[in-house]
């Protein structure tokens, strides 16, 4: 499975947009870019996804670089709602019928500052 | 997006007793459902993979014996901690996978369990 880094933590003030970055050297060429964050407490929430496009969703926007080592994950507009820990995954197969298994790195807990 | 609900949110059991926690995709199918358990200020670590109707595959160092994986429907998923000591009190979380590729994988809320 590739592995990813990520910073442990980071703050962004309100407002401002929040660059999550995320280094995945070893991706191999058909395994994607996944984005979850949580809440304390709370289950994972699904943010977004990629292969090698730029994508945006209502949630943010990924941009993945031309030789997919890393990515950005890119908050326009950070609330303190965003306050979280963002985890950066890449997926890998593990059986030939496509299933799939997310394993979780230790992420980047972002605050946001009023 | 998709909703995975769990149950129940939290539980507390005495030390030798066992509990089932439920996972449940409702709005899809789930060919494949994981479970993963999550220690304070950790990350979240894969315990175990199940198809429907097929055994459960376990990661390296999880009993299967204790942590007992059912999937016994598209919509269903349980785990069952049998003979719980308080080293397995800890936060479990489910995600299910709808089996179509490029698709999503959704979380639910997750389960917190105390033993006591």
């Known amino acids: 499975d590739a592995k990813t880094t990520q910073p442990p933590s980071m703050d962004c003030a309100e407002g401002r947009a929040a660059n999550l970055p995320c280094n995945h050297s070893?991706?191999?060429?058909?395994?994607?870019v996944y984005w979850y964050r949580q809440i304390h407490s709370q289950g994972p929430q699904y943010i977004i996804h990629?292969?090698?496009n730029n994508e945006t969703n209502e949630m943010a926007s990924l941009i993945i670089t031309e030789d997919r080592k890393s990515s950005t994950l890119i908050l326009p507009h950070a609330t303190l709602r965003d306050t979280a820990v963002y985890y950066c995954?890449?997926?890998?197969?593990?059986?030939?019928?496509?299933?799939?298994?997310?394993?979780f790195g230790t992420g980047t807990r972002l605050t946001i500052i009023p | 997006g998709a909703v995975v609900s769990q149950h129940p949110s939290w539980v507390i059991c005495k030390s030798g007793t066992s509990v089932k926690i439920e996972c449940r995709s409702l709005?899809?199918?789930?060919?494949?459902m994981f479970w993963y358990r999550q220690f304070p200020k950790q990350s979240l670590m894969l315990m175990a993979t199940?198809?429907?109707?097929?055994?459960?595959?376990?990661e390296q160092g999880v009993e299967k014996d204790k942590f007992l994986i059912n999937h016994a429907s598209l919509t269903l998923s349980t785990l069952t901690v049998t003979s719980a000591h308080p080293e397995d009190s800890s936060f479990y979380i489910c995600?299910?996978?709808?089996?179509?590729?490029?698709?999503?994988?959704?979380f639910g809320e997750g389960s917190w369990l105390t033993v006591v």
């Open positions: 995600s299910a996978y709808p089996g179509q590729g490029g698709n999503t994988i959704y």
């Open positions: 709005d899809f199918q789930a060919t494949t």
């Open positions: 070893t991706i191999s060429g058909n395994e994607y």
């Open positions: 995954i890449v997926r890998s197969l593990i059986s030939n019928f496509g299933n799939e298994k997310l394993t």
């Open positions: 990629g292969l090698k």
């Open positions: 199940s198809n429907e109707g097929s055994k459960a595959t376990y």
